[in-house]
């Protein structure tokens, strides 16, 4: 299963987590991740490249995590929102294999 865990500060979106395998299909035949994954990748490159900010964008083993600066630009949470929205979307079709969450930090 994949888990997208988005970190808010009050009522606003400062970064995201995402992490593990949905298990959908074999290894390059898995729609959800594949969805997953350019969803994730359109997000950090939109904040990154096309808004110019400095977020922190990291990619592991196992996880992608994108942590946006103190400041909280407002046009860089509008992407994390919806990335939020494309995965809750996502999740109606294949409930099973992902799963979001939200944190407090």
């Known amino acids: 299963m994949i888990t997208a865990e988005f970190f808010l500060q009050g ?3 400062s970064g995201v987590s995402v992490r ?3 298990g959908y299909a ?3 035949h ?3 991740c594949a969805s997953v994954t350019s969803a994730v ?3 950090a490159n939109g904040i990154t490249e096309i808004l110019k900010i400095p977020a922190s964008v990291g990619a592991f083993e196992n996880e992608v995590r994108i942590d946006l600066p ?3 630009p407002v046009e860089a949470e509008q992407f994390l929102k919806a ?3 494309h995965l809750e979307l996502l999740k109606q079709d294949y409930p099973e ?3 979001l969450t939200d944190t407090e930090v």
């Open 26 to 28: 074999a290894y390059g």
């Open 20 to 22: 593990g395998h949905a």
């Open 97 to 99: 294999n992902l799963r």
């Open 41 to 43: 990748e359109l997000v």
């Open 83 to 85: 990335l939020r929205l």
């Open 30 to 32: 898995d729609v959800v």
């Open 11 to 13: 009522e606003r979106f």
């Open 70 to 72: 103190d400041d909280l």
